[in-house]
Antibody, heavy 118, light 107 residues
Framework: DVKLVESGGGLVKLGGSLKLSCAASGFTFSSYYMSWVRQTPEKRLELVAAINSNGGSTYYPDTVKGRFTISRDNAKNTLYLQMSSLKSEDTALYYC???????????WGQGTTLTVSS | QIVLTQSPAIMSASPGEKVTMTCSASSSVSYMHWYQQKSGTSPKRWIYDTSKLASGVPARFSGSGSGTSYSLTISSMEAEDAATYYCQQWSSNPMYTFGGGTKLEIK
């Protein structure tokens, strides 16, 4: 069975940094595009980063561009999200999700929570 | 950028009632996807490529639409269908956007 397990969330001060991880199992990780999607306290969903199967291409929306970096280690079946210059509006539940065609997310992890406070 | 607007934001239905919720896109999109989320759990793929049901989704669900207007319909509401439903599309920029969700409650 496909399994995605996020970790690394926590409480961080404004301007701080944090790195999230997502351990994948049950499928050929290196064959899939992967993404991080966050859910705000208001329950809004927002994609914050996407990466292709070999890690050579990434995408970020303007809201996090320059502050977040997505990466992957296909040998370890692990996806990462390095976050820096954190703002209060980054407070959310962060999900790791597998992308399927035509461009939707077929599996989601259970999420890890980031709280940014002053 | 393409904005997805879901309506209504909250609705309730009695068991056996037909339910329809809509997702309106600010510009034409090629297909729409839907997710179901119950309290305390992660979103689940529910309907993809506008009208294809994900594995395990009951046949009482259906999806339809084209261009800027899409909908999710439940032919006969059941208690287990109470959840929040989100639509999602893909375009060039921003790549993926989600609607604000429709919360469906059982009467």
């Amino acid at each position: 069975d496909v399994k995605l397990v996020e970790s690394g969330g926590g409480l961080v001060k404004l301007g701080g940094s944090l790195k999230l991880s997502c351990a994948a199992s049950g499928f050929t990780f290196s064959s899939y595009y992967m993404s991080w999607v966050r859910q705000t306290p208001e329950k809004r969903l927002e994609l914050v980063a996407a990466i292709n199967s070999n890690g050579g291409s990434t995408y970020y929306p303007d809201t996090v561009k320059g502050r977040f970096t997505i990466s992957r280690d296909n040998a370890k079946n692990t996806l990462y999200l390095q976050m820096s210059s954190l703002k209060s509006e980054d407070t959310a539940l962060y999900y790791c999700a597998r992308r399927e065609l035509p461009y939707y997310f077929d599996y989601w992890g259970q999420g890890t929570t980031l709280t940014v406070s002053s | 950028q393409i904005v997805l607007t879901q309506s209504p934001a909250i609705m309730s239905a009695s068991p056996g009632e037909k339910v329809t919720m809509t997702c309106s896109a600010s510009s034409s999109v090629s297909y729409m996807h839907w997710y179901q989320q119950k309290s305390g759990t992660s979103p689940k793929r529910w309907i993809y490529d506008t009208s294809k049901l994900a594995s395990g989704v009951p046949a009482r669900f259906s999806g339809s639409g084209s261009g800027t207007s899409y909908s999710l319909t439940i032919s006969s509401m059941e208690a287990e269908d109470a959840a929040t439903y989100y639509c999602q599309q893909w375009s060039s920029n921003p790549m993926y956007t989600f609607g604000g969700g429709t919360k469906l409650e059982i009467k």
